[in-house]
C-alpha cells in the first residue's frame, strides 16, 4: 500500500509502469459516470495526492449480449498491480444482495430522473460491496504486508476509516473508525486473543464487483422478458419513462427493467469477457473465488455448486441457503416481486393467488438441493457460510440452519457483538465479518495454487 505525502521516487516508477503497460491515469481520474459528484466514490475512484492511502478502483461497462445491455462493474486491482508487472493473481467475484429501492414505493422508481437520484443516494447493487462493507479499505489493510501482528492491522483499519471518513466515506451514524476496526479484528478475526499474535497477510487479489440487479442469478424460469424492451441501453441502469412495471393493484408499486431476465447466463458471459477480454486478463491466475451477501450468497454458493470447476473457494453472508422456504406470495409479490417471476410466474396487476412458483426450477437452484444431490455431507475446505443472530428474515436464518443439518455442522450464526450491526441483515454486519471472508478465500488460494 503506498502512503503518498509528496511525490517519491517509488511513485514515479509506479506512474512509469501505468504507461509502460498501455493504461492512462486517466482510467483513475475520472469521476463515477453515474454519480460524478460523490466523495466517497471521489476518494476510491479518483485519489487525490494529499491522501495518505491510494487504492486502484476502477468503474468499468461491458456490453452483455444476454441482457441486450451496458452493464457496470466496479475492479479492485492489489496495490502491487502495476509495480510488479509480471505477478498474476486470484480473481474474487463479489455478488450484492436484493436492492429494495428496485422494487421501491411512490416515486422512487418509475420516474427516470429520480430512479437515478435514487440510484445515487442508496447505492445499491454493483456499488454495495465497495461502499457500504469498504471492501476496498479492508481488503487493502488484510493484504498488506508492512502488517507484522493483529494489533498492526487493527490500527492500520482505523487509520484507514478515519481518512475515509475525513472524505465523507461513513456516515454519521456509523461507529468510529477505532470500534469498525476492533469490530473487524478484535471480535470477528481474531476474537479473544493476543493482538500481538503474527499476522500474516493475505494473498493478494483482485476482486470484481458485478451488477447483478434483482435477478437472483439465475435464468428466469420461462425464457422471457416481462418489462418492454428497455430502448436506452446505457449503463447506470437508465431506462425511458414508461418503461416501469406496475406489477401489483395498488397504483405505487413499480420495478425498473433490467431487473428480469437470464442472470445465470450473464453471469457465466461476464465471467468470460473478464478473463478473455479485460485489459488485465492476462495478470489473472486460474484461481477463482465467488462470494457474496444476502441475495448474492445464494447466488454465490448456488453457482460454486453447479459450476464447481469454475470456483476453487465459494463464501455466503446472511444467504438465501433455502429457497424452497419462500413460499409465500403475498409477501413474495410485496417485498422481492421479481423472486416470483425468476422462479414462477408473475402476474402483474393481480392478486398474488394469481402469481405462482415453479417449484422444479426452484429445486434445480436451491443451494441446500443442490448440495444434497451433489453427495456433500461434511463441510468442504473451500466453502464459507455465515449468517447473523438477529436476521429479520426468517427464511434466511432457518435456510442456513437447514444448510448446517445437511454439511453436520455446529452452528455457524454469528451472535450480537459490539459494533457488529447488533447482528442484523445489514452492511455492518457484514462488514464486520468481511475480514473472515477474505481469510477464507486466501486461505484456498495459498493452499491450492493454480497456474
Request: charged fraction near 25%; include cysteine.
Amino acid at each position: 500500500m503506498l502512503e503518498l505525502r509528496r511525490w517519491c521516487p517509488i511513485c514515479v516508477v509506479a506512474i512509469c509502469s501505468l504507461f509502460f503497460l498501455g493504461f492512462s491515469l486517466e482510467a483513475f481520474a475520472a469521476g463515477h459516470p453515474c454519480c460524478p459528484e460523490d466523495g466517497e466514490l471521489s476518494y476510491l475512484l479518483s485519489p487525490k495526492p494529499s491522501q495518505r492511502f491510494q487504492y486502484l478502483v476502477r468503474y468499468e461497462t461491458f456490453f452483455s449480449n444476454v441482457l441486450g445491455k451496458e452493464k457496470g462493474f466496479f475492479i479492485i486491482l492489489p496495490e502491487d498491480f502495476y509495480q510488479n508487472p509480471s505477478a498474476k493473481y486470484p480473481v474474487l467475484f463479489l455478488l450484492h444482495g436484493y436492492n429494495f429501492e428496485r422494487r421501491g414505493f411512490w416515486w422512487k422508481v418509475y420516474s427516470p430522473e429520480k430512479a437515478r437520484k435514487v440510484l445515487c443516494e442508496v447505492k445499491e447493487e454493483e456499488y454495495h460491496w465497495l461502499v457500504h462493507e469498504d471492501i476496498a479499505i479492508i481488503a487493502y489493510a488484510t493484504m498488506d504486508s508492512r502488517n507484522r501482528t493483529y494489533r498492526d492491522l487493527e490500527r492500520s483499519l482505523a487509520e484507514r476509516f478515519e481518512e475515509l471518513s475525513r472524505y465523507g466515506g461513513l456516515a454519521k451514524e456509523d461507529y468510529t473508525p477505532k470500534e469498525i476496526a476492533q469490530s473487524i479484528v478484535s471480535h470477528n478475526l481474531h476474537p479473544k486473543r493476543n493482538l500481538d499474535d503474527p499476522f500474516h497477510p493475505f494473498q493478494k487479489m483482485i476482486i470484481v464487483l458485478p451488477d447483478g440487479d434483482n435477478g437472483f442469478y439465475t435464468d428466469e424460469n420461462e425464457g422471457k422478458r416481462i418489462f418492454p424492451e428497455a430502448k436506452n441501453q446505457r449503463s447506470c441502469d437508465a431506462f425511458n419513462a414508461g418503461e416501469a412495471l406496475n406489477y401489483s393493484l395498488l397504483p405505487f408499486l413499480y420495478m425498473i427493467p433490467g431487473a428480469l431476465g437470464k442472470y445465470e447466463s450473464y453471469f457465466l458471459e461476464f465471467l468470460q469477457y473478464i478473463e478473455s477480454h479485460a485489459s488485465y486478463r492476462e495478470r489473472l491466475s486460474r484461481n477463482r473465488g465467488l462470494g457474496g451477501l444476502s441475495m448474492g450468497g445464494f447466488g454465490a454458493i448456488k453457482l460454486g455448486l453447479k459450476y464447481p470447476h469454475l470456483f476453487q473457494s465459494v463464501s455466503s453472508q446472511s444467504g438465501l441457503l433455502d429457497i424452497e422456504l419462500l413460499r409465500d406470495r403475498l409477501m413474495l409479490k410485496m417485498v422481492m416481486p421479481e423472486f416470483l417471476e425468476v422462479f414462477g410466474c408473475l402476474e402483474p396487476q393481480k392478486l398474488p393467488s394469481g402469481s405462482s412458483l415453479d417449484l422444479k426450477h426452484i429445486q434445480e437452484n436451491n443451494p441446500l438441493t443442490l448440495i444434497k444431490r451433489m453427495g456433500i455431507s461434511q463441510l468442504p475446505y473451500w466453502l464459507y457460510f455465515d449468517y447473523g443472530q438477529k436476521e429479520a428474515f426468517e427464511g434466511i436464518a432457518k435456510g442456513n440452519q437447514n444448510f448446517e443439518k445437511a454439511l453436520k455442522e455446529v452452528s455457524h450464526q454469528i451472535p450480537v457483538e459490539p459494533f457488529n450491526g447488533k447482528s442484523k441483515h445489514n452492511n455492518q454486519f457484514w462488514r464486520s465479518r468481511s475480514g473472515n471472508m477474505l481469510r477464507h478465500h486466501s486461505d484456498v488460494f495459498q493452499k491450492n495454487p493454480v497456474e
